[in-house]
């Protein structure tokens, strides 16, 4: 199919690029570039061996998305554009809800007015909220407690009232729990903008010498040994998911459904230091510092679903995830560069 990939120049969706190029599948990109750097296209070219198109716009302007369907044909849409950072979402509520959901209302309808009803939508274990039972099951009840992770929760209760209103629709909601790692080339993999929020590019900081030292945030929690427990899932791991989902739904039955993409396992804070210990040879200084306000003890899937109607399994181990992200994080010290220099 040819698959239009809203924010395919971030991180999970250039790794899905890949997955859908070599799953013999055309893709084109959309992206405003806002959280990429444009140096990811032509390293997803090499990879591929194949060009890449790719439309630099915002899928909020209804004007240019419209354009783009009337002149671009496509079978299918992953959409993963949107901003994704918790902590900004509670400085810039506005900004979240009108990015976010502004982008999935004009790509929607654009769809609708050109008859593509198949859709896999980027969502999150967030919403899951503050206190979940363990290990987390799709049925439980959705909640947020920040306004990304509310930006989450609406657009999935808009997708399953648009899934109801007309049975062309398939749509695929996947829930990922903590995404890391990069592709095993080490030609593409995380690149946040500023200081990581999250841990493994931050600690990936840290082995290169770009920061000083960890802060992990309490060792105080309820867990094994008191640092907060979460489910690591390679990126190429959600990738593959993303592929077998719109295999499934593309085929399947119509309608909504939605799929937990996780190991099922937790590994702590300090887990996920001695690993990247191990994986890069580099000491991780680190000091126990504050709980992070919002953060909760533990947080895993129940993956069952999605192994059994996806017949998709995570296969990675955390010590894969490191060594992965330590071969990224070496090649590419400063991230993607601003701009691809002919080697
Ligand atoms: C993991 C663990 C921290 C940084 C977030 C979003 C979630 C999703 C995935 C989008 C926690 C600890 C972290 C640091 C630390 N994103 N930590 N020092 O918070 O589980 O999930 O990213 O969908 O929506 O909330 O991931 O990597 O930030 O934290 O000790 O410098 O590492 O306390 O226990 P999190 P994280």
């Known amino acids: 199919m040819r698959v239009l990939v809203s924010g395919g120049a971030g991180y999970i969706g250039s790794h899905t690029v890949v997955q859908l190029v070599s799953a013999g599948h055309d893709v084109v990109i959309v992206d405003d570039f806002s959280n990429a750097k444009p140096s990811v296209v032509g390293r997803l070219e090499a990879l591929t061996g ?7 716009f915002d899928l909020a302007d209804v004007d240019k998305t419209e354009r783009f369907f009337a002149t671009e044909q496509v079978d299918a849409v992953i959409h993963f554009a949107g901003f994704k950072a918790v902590g900004e ?10 990015n976010n959901l502004g982008t999935t209302f004009s790509l929607l ?3 609708e007015r050109h008859g593509v009803y198949t859709l896999v939508f980027s969502s999150s274990a967030t919403v899951y909220g503050a206190d979940p039972e363990l290990p987390m099951t799709e049925d439980l009840p959705t909640s947020a407690t920040n306004p990304y992770g509310w930006t989450k929760v609406m657009i999935e209760q808009i997708l399953r009232d648009v899934a109801a209103s007309s049975e062309r629709w398939r749509i695929a909601a996947l829930r990922y729990f903590n995404p890391v790692g990069a592709h095993p080339s080490g030609q593409i993999g995380e690149d946040p903008s500023g200081i990581p929020n999250n841990l493994m590019p931050f ?3 840290v082995a ?3 920061r000083e030292k960890l802060s992990v945030y309490g060792d105080d929690y309820d867990t094994p040994d008191g640092t907060g427990v979460r489910d690591y899932i390679h990126v190429d791991d959600l990738a593959a998911g993303h592929v ?3 295999d499934r739904i593309s085929t399947g039955d119509t309608g909504m459904s939605t799929w937990n993409l996780g190991t099922g396992k937790g590994v702590s804070v300090l887990e996920v230091v001695r690993a990247f210990e191990k994986a890069s040879g580099r000491k991780i200084p680190y000091e126990i510092a504050p709980r992070r306000p919002g953060d909760i003890a533990a947080s895993y899937a129940d993956p069952s679903r999605a192994n059994a109607d996806l017949d ?18 070496s090649l590419n010290p400063n991230g993607y560069p601003d701009e691809e220099t002919a080697d």
Do not use: F, N
Request: charged letters at 20%; glycine letters at 2%; hydrophobic letters at 45%.
């Open 203 to 205: 600690v990936a900081q």
């Open 50 to 56: 194949r060009s890449i198109p790719v439309h630099a």
């Open 109 to 111: 309808r654009a769809m």
């Open 89 to 98: 979402s509670v400085a810039k509520p506005l900004d979240y809800y009108q």
């Open 208 to 210: 290169v010498g770009r």
């Open 244 to 246: 077998a989902a719109l």
């Open 312 to 329: 998709w399994h995570a296969t990675k181990t955390i010590d894969d995830m490191c060594a992965d992200t330590w071969r990224w994080q």
